[in-house]
């Protein structure tokens, strides 16, 4: 059993190694524009700061802090990873293709082009929603929220940590349709299947929306508001893709098949 799955260990290990060097590459690029990537990941913080600032008569303004001694450099750390981990994302998507590439038909293996495509758009729109929708929502509310009385001093690692959690949730979220797409195109998903599951795919998006999202009831709506959107939007993909067909269907079809053989 083992002498089976060797090999495809061995394919896994060389893909996933890849992989990794490439998120390590983009990396090394990232790091050298870390500010610049600071500055877009924090202009919606900012942008609550300011608000409170305008809000507040209080002399002390809201402003971002760090615990840390060496808390500037660890974050330029984590957004580098972070600008890498979404730079390498096609050719991540393009190494795990070619892992289950071989167990695929000639035909299939030609959508290689529209799944690395597809689910890179899709990641991305995740990642420009979250950012342009749910977090200046999100962070405006919270942090405007009893600024009154308190003056917001915002830890930079725990607000890095934080928003790309919530970027990358809303990222890989998106790309349901994309996977929903290739399932029923390998034939294990039809529509009837992902109807069948829509009670239970809603309790897990609101789930998944409260642990990924701050702890209030509007943010955790604008993520899962669109996921269910999205499952919808999957079902009436599968069921161009692979739609499902009733028994006495498929009896008939399998007697016309049998017919036509026969006449053969």
Do not use: C
């Not at 290990?13 to 390590?24: E, N, T, Y």
């Not at 507040?56 to 972070?82: E, N, P, Y």
């Not at 990924?212 to 709506?221: I, K």
């Amino acid at each position: 059993m083992f002498s089976e799955l060797r090999p495809h260990l061995v394919e896994l290990r060389k893909r996933l190694g890849l992989s990794v060097l490439s998120i390590f590459i983009g990396f090394i690029i990232a790091f050298t524009f870390h500010e610049i990537i600071l500055e877009w990941i924090t202009a919606p913080l900012n942008e609550a700061l300011a608000q409170v600032s305008h809000l507040s008569k209080k002399a002390a303004d809201g402003m971002v802090t760090t615990h840390q001694v060496g808390g500037a450099f660890f974050v330029a750390l984590k957004v580098s990873f972070f600008a890498g981990l979404l730079g390498a994302l096609p050719f991540i998507l393009y190494q795990l293709w070619l892992f289950i590439a071989p167990g695929l038909y000639s035909n299939e293996k030609k959508m290689v082009i529209p799944f690395v495509v597809g689910g890179t758009v899709m990641f991305a729109v995740g990642v420009l929603f979250a950012y342009y929708v749910v977090t200046p929502f999100g962070f405006q509310f919270l942090i405007t929220f009893g600024s009154f009385l308190y003056t917001p001093l915002i830890n930079i690692e725990d607000y890095v940590g934080f928003f790309t959690k919530i970027l990358m949730g809303f990222g890989i979220a998106f790309e349901l349709p994309v996977f929903a797409y290739f399932l029923a195109l390998l034939g294990l998903v039809t529509d009837q299947t992902l109807k069948d599951f829509f009670k239970y795919a809603v309790l897990i998006i609101f789930v998944v929306a409260a642990l990924l999202t701050p702890p209030d009831v509007l943010t955790q709506l604008l993520m899962a508001a669109p996921l269910i959107l999205l499952y919808g939007a999957s079902i009436l993909i599968v069921r161009m893709v692979n739609p499902h067909i009733e028994d006495e269907d498929k009896e008939e079809i399998t007697e016309t098949e049998e017919d036509t053989n026969s006449n053969a």
